[in-house]
């Protein structure tokens, strides 16, 4: 059984199970080519916000992972994505387009729960492709709230320099003032 999982020679035709040094081949889960998808360069292969019901394993090209409009990754062979899809059906949380010629294995729900049965290693593998992006998310998001906080910080302190300056004219303002107008003067003197 273990050998079946290291004939692949292309380290980048591999899938790696995690704690056991073994692979699992791509051409073992997609055994037919005809079961590849192909996407041109600019295509999308799913968009955020799309209800979503299949992974993908990127098995030749590079694609482009998008959040809003920022590019958050870029995927090269043999990686997985879409892996929510197939665990919890909804929304697709990034947009990912083909940035060059690629084939991709579609994976549904049920080919998910056929090859979890079957090759229980490949279910570790999207479970630590999860985990990784997972921990890599809360990284991302500590780092834009980090990022804010300083940026929020400068503000303050523009502002406080800003209010400083302000009142150093309102200071020069009120210095150059005579303490009487000239009317109120001339007024007092002849009263005198």
Avoid at 105 to 124: C, D, I, M, S, T
Avoid at 133 to 140: C, T
Wanted: some cysteine.
């Amino acid at each position: 059984m273990e050998a079946a999982f290291r004939k692949a020679t292309n380290p980048r035709r591999r899938l790696a199970v995690p704690n056991k040094g073994n692979y699992i081949d791509v051409t073992d889960l997609f055994p037919r080519n005809d079961s590849l998808v192909a996407f041109k360069p600019g295509q999308a292969i799913f968009k955020e916000g799309e209800q979503g019901e299949v992974m993908f394993i990127l098995v030749e090209g590079t694609v482009d992972v998008l959040v809003g409009d920022k590019l958050v990754g870029t995927f090269e062979p043999i990686e997985s994505f879409g892996e929510m899809a197939v665990i919890d059906p909804g929304p697709r949380s990034a947009t990912v387009v083909a940035k060059t010629h690629c084939r991709l294995g579609a994976v549904n729900q049920k080919r998910f729960k056929f090859l979890a049965q079957n090759k229980p290693e490949f279910a570790f593998h999207v479970m630590r492709m999860l985990v990784e992006r997972m921990r890599w998310m809360d990284h991302a998001a500590q780092s834009t709230r980090t990022v804010e906080a300083e940026k929020i910080a400068r503000l303050e302190e523009k502002i406080s320099e800003l209010n400083a300056i302000i009142k150093s004219q309102e200071d020069r303002l009120c210095a150059w003032q005579p303490a009487q107008p000239p009317v109120e003067a001339a007024a007092a003197a002849v009263a005198a």
